[in-house]
């Protein structure tokens, strides 16, 4: 109950990681009736921000709207949670299935990162969903599910690799317990009648996995088909493999839940007597782990599929050490329970606890999304180069965050460069505020240094656009200016008379004429905004 309450905390104080803005930015323009990889670079698949899209019309405040994304993570982690309880019990019974939400809830590693806004957390209580749906239930003859529940189980398999195509990871992981479902435990004569529908079943499974994805996905990918290709899959496929192995997630799993891994290890060798199942699932997802490091890819979404499998796992581990302590020890079970306590609260408790009280970093963060807001008409864009701060403003690019080294695998896995012309989009665009996290070629940053000036965090630039007048007095379309004041008063033609007041910005007091942008207190006065009267 106390992890459970630290849940809306760390729904309000987390830390904001520049993940969640991506995502929430890109439910965003889908609300806007924007089509991913067709109208912007998505790379994931679509069906999450569809799902997601109405929260945006209801909510103006960027920080308010990832909390409120973050919540509906939290809900999918209670169901994920509740999921995890419902195998237990099919698999042993209730007490068994309270035990593995619980060391699902004490993951450490799960539970801070299934409350970031990701589609990965959804596409993992979805694939644990459809394996769920092939267990029999407490009492039912293991014969063989019925063909129903292969039909049932492939269609939530579609509908999270609608969610997110790393789906697939744990649909392959399925297969075991496909064959282990289909031939079920019964007597010989029944084997025999499972074993002539094995296909059947197969087959049904295969057909009803089809089906979501040529209802939801085909319709939107096939006005481009080519960018989803690149995009989704040869980019995904080709960044994987160029990022260097990191052992300091593999660190930080077992450093955040020791107790979860040791017993997981004892419940999988007490499985492999007492329940197949569990087996059946358990080798795929270890394969999945060392796949994982196969392909060099250390990031923690990437293993949220497999948390709930070692959460059974540890389960079952639980229930061979209480017994083990019962037996050899006077006080066997209160000491285990002590020491299972200590060992499975400790380390992700003091991790949830920190998370929890990351309020500054979070208000901090909100404040300068917001600043960004207040500054930009919603019909101007913003250049925002890695998914920093931006969530309810158009960019200025199709490829509206990426590394340069991302576009040379983009650029390898296209066969052409693949590298934006940031330059001309920023001629063309004329953003008024500039989110600046990455090293460009010389020739972009020199474009940066002479026309625009420091804003009021590190990554964020600003620069001012004024309207000139011809010989009638009419406005003439916005120009470049340097974003240096002494630029813009040795301009010759006609003067525009700016409204505003001094303020002092980079140790210089500059002349009437310039505005504090809004959302800024006087202390924070680095950036300017030019008004035409």
């Known amino acids: 109950m106390a992890l459970a309450l630290l849940v809306p ?74 999921l995890v309880v419902e195998a237990g019990r099919r698999l042993w019974d209730l007490r068994a299935g309270l035990a593995a939400g619980y060391f699902l809830l ?25 394996l769920l749906l092939l267990l029999p239930r407490p009492g039912q003859a293991r014969t063989g599910s019925r063909i129903g529940m292969f039909l049932l189980s492939g269609a939530v398999s579609g509908v999270a690799l609608c969610v997110l195509q790393k789906a697939l990871a744990p649909l392959a992981a399925m297969a075991p317990a496909l064959l282990w479902a289909s031939l079920g435990e019964g007597v010989p004569a029944e084997k025999i009648g499972a074993q002539r529908l094995l296909p059947v079943r197969i087959a049904a499974f295969a057909a009803a996995a089809s089906l979501p994805c040529v209802l939801l996905l085909v319709p939107i990918l096939s006005r481009g088909f080519d960018n989803y290709l690149l995009y989704c899959w040869r980019f995904n496929a080709s960044y994987v493999a160029h990022r260097p192995f990191d052992p300091e997630l593999w660190l930080a799993c077992w450093r955040h839940a020791p107790g979860l891994w040791v017993l997981a290890v004892l419940g999988i060798i007490r499985a492999a007597r007492t329940t197949p199942m569990l087996v059946a699932v358990t080798v795929p997802a270890a394969l999945g782990l060392l796949m994982s490091v196969v392909v060099q890819a250390p990031y923690k979404q990437y293993l949220f599929w497999i948390w709930p499998i070692l959460a059974l796992a540890a389960a079952a581990g639980h229930r061979l050490a209480g017994d083990w302590f019962s037996r050899r020890l006077p006080l066997g079970r209160p000491a285990y329970s002590a020491l299972l306590v200590a060992v499975t609260l400790a380390c992700p408790g003091m991790l949830l606890y920190r998370v929890a009280h990351e309020g500054p970093v979070f208000e901090r963060y909100a404040g300068y999304m917001r600043f960004l807001e207040r500054n930009i008409p919603p019909a101007e864009r913003v250049f925002d180069d890695d998914h920093q701060l931006n969530v309810r403003r158009l960019d200025t690019s199709f490829n509206w965050f990426g590394r340069p080294e991302d576009f040379a695998d983009l650029s390898e896995a296209a066969g052409r460069d693949m590298f934006p012309d940031r330059v001309a989009e920023l001629k063309r665009w004329r953003p008024r505020i500039v989110v600046l996290t990455l090293r460009y070629p010389a020739p972009v940053h020199e474009f940066f240094q002479q026309r625009y000036v420091p804003g009021p965090m590190t990554c964020v630039f600003l620069a001012g656009a004024i309207a000139t007048a011809d010989a009638d007095g009419r406005a003439q379309l916005p120009v470049w200016i340097a974003a240096r004041y002494d630029a813009l008063t040795s301009s010759r033609r006609s003067r525009p008379r700016l409204a505003g007041r001094v303020f002092r910005a980079a140790g210089e007091t500059l002349a009437t004429g310039v505005t504090v942008l809004e959302g800024l207190q006087p202390s924070e006065s680095v950036g300017l905004r030019l008004h035409v009267e």
Not at 22 to 33: E, F, K, L, N, T
Not at 107 to 129: H, K, W
């Open 9 to 82: 905390a760390i729904c309000l104080h987390k830390a904001i990681d520049h993940d969640e803005i991506a995502h929430v930015h890109s439910a965003w323009m889908v609300s806007r009736g924007l089509i991913p990889d067709v109208d912007f670079q998505a790379r994931h698949h679509p069906l999450y921000y569809q799902g997601t899209a109405w929260l945006c019309g209801l909510i103006d405040d960027p920080g308010r709207l990832l909390v409120a994304h973050r919540a509906l993570m939290a809900l999918n982690l209670g169901l994920l949670v509740c």
């Open 106 to 130: 004490t993951s450490g590693i799960l539970t801070v990162g299934a409350m970031e806004v990701r589609p990965d957390a959804p596409q993992a209580t979805l694939s644990f969903l459809a």
